[in-house]
C-alpha cells in the first residue's frame, strides 16, 4: 500500500455503519487508525475485514463501553500512553433509545454517549493534541438536532420521555459543544466541527426494517466525516456545522450563547472534568 496520509486518527464506534465506512477510506489513504470499539470480538473482525480490503496494517483497536466515563479515563490514560501524537479525534459512536436509560454513572444514555462522552475524551486528550496541533476533533451530530431541547431544569429527560426528542437533544447539545469547545480552542491549532452525516442504512436503532433499504450506504456516510479528516480546505475551518462537506446553519438554539455557557457548566459537574482554565477564553 502506498502510504500517503500521514495522520493518526482515532474514531469511536468504529466496528460498525458510518464509523466502519470511515475508517475504511481512511485506511485507503494510508492513515494510521485508532478504532474505539466496545466489543472485541466486533472490533476483530471490523479490523481484518478492513486490513483484507486497504492492505494497511497500521490498524490498532482500543476497547471501550463510552457510556461509563471510568472507562473513558482509563481509555484516555490508554491513548496518552501509547501514542506520541494524535491529529484527528472522531467521536462518532451513537445509540438511538426508544426508551429511557440510564447508564452505570446515572445518567440519560444518549446524553451520556453523545455529549458526555465527547466531551470528557477530548477535555482529557487536549494537551496531547494540542502539542499535536495542526489537529482536529469532529463531531458526528444528526439533522433531528432540529427536534431537540435544551432544558436545563430537564436535561436527562425525566419528564414524560420520548426517544426522538431526547436523541434530537442530545445530538443539539453535541453541536452546541462543537461550537463552545472551538471558541475556547482559537489560536491552539486545534480545530472542533461537526457533521450530519445523511441519512444512512446502519444498525442504529430508530428506523424501520422496511425503510432500510431506502437508505444512503454507510460509505455515502463516510463522506463528510473524511471529508473534515483530511482536506486542506477545512484546515482552520472550526465550531462549524456540516451537511454534505458543506457548512450549514444548525438550529437557532446553537446560536444561543447563555444556553451554551449554562448547558457545558453543567455538564462538566455531570463529567467531573472543568475544561483546563488556561484554555478559557472571555468573550
Ligand atoms: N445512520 C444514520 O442515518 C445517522 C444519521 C445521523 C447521525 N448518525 C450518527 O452517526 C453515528 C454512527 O452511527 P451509525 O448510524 O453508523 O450506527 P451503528 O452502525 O449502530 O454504529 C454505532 C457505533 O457506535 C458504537 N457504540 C454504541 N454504544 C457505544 C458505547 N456505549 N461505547 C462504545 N461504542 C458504542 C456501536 O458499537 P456496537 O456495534 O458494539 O453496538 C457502533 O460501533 C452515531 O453518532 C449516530 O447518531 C447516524
Known amino acids: 500500500m502506498n502510504k500517503t496520509l500521514n495522520k493518526k486518527i482515532l474514531i469511536t464506534g468504529a466496528n460498525s455503519g458510518i464509523g466502519k465506512a470511515t475508517v475504511l477510506g481512511l485506511a485507503r489513504q494510508g492513515a494510521e487508525i485508532i478504532m474505539v470499539c466496545r466489543n472485541s470480538a466486533k472490533a476483530e473482525s471490523a479490523r481484518e475485514n478492513i486490513i483484507k480490503q486497504t492492505n494497511n496494517q497500521n490498524i490498532d483497536i ?15 490514560q490508554q491513548i496518552i500512553d501509547r501514542y506520541d501524537t494524535l491529529d484527528v479525534l472522531i467521536h462518532n459512536a ?20 453523545h ?14 493534541l494540542i502539542t499535536s496541533a495542526p ?5 458526528i451530530t444528526s439533522m433531528l438536532h432540529i427536534f431537540g431541547r435544551i432544558n436545563l431544569n430537564d436535561l436527562q429527560q425525566q419528564q414524560k420521555y420520548n426517544g426522538l426528542k431526547a436523541y434530537g437533544s442530545s445530538k443539539l447539545a453535541n453541536i ?3 461550537r463552545y469547545l472551538a471558541k ?16 444512512i442504512n446502519t444498525n442504529l436503532g430508530g428506523t424501520p ?39 450549514k446553519k444548525p438550529s437557532r438554539a446553537c446560536h444561543d450563547w447563555g444556553l451554551i ?22 468573550v
Open 62 to 76: 482500543l476497547i471501550a463501553d463510552l457510556a461509563e466515563q471510568q472507562q473513558v479515563r482509563a481509555l484516555a
Open 94 to 113: 451513537g445509540i438511538f433509545n426508544t426508551k429511557r436509560q440510564e447508564t452505570i454513572d446515572g445518567v440519560e444514555s444518549q446524553l451520556a454517549l
Open 115 to 128: 455529549l458526555l462522552a465527547p466531551m470528557l475524551l477530548s477535555y482529557l486528550l487536549l494537551d496531547k
Open 135 to 139: 489537529a482536529r476533533i469532529i463531531n
Open 176 to 178: 452546541m459543544f462543537t
Open 184 to 199: 475556547h480552542l482559537q489560536d491552539t491549532g486545534v480545530t472542533v466541527n461537526c457533521l450530519h452525516p445523511g441519512v
Open 209 to 247: 426494517e422496511l425503510l432500510k433499504p431506502l437508505l444512503s450506504s454507510p460509505e455515502k456516510g463516510a463522506k463528510t466525516p473524511i471529508y473534515l479528516a483530511t482536506s486542506p480546505e477545512v484546515e482552520t475551518t472550526t465550531g462549524e456545522y456540516f451537511v454534505n462537506c458543506k457548512v
Open 261 to 282: 455557557d449554562a448547558l457545558m457548566q453543567r455538564s462538566e459537574q455531570l463529567i467531573h472534568e472543568p475544561l483546563a482554565p488556561q484554555l478559557k477564553k472571555v
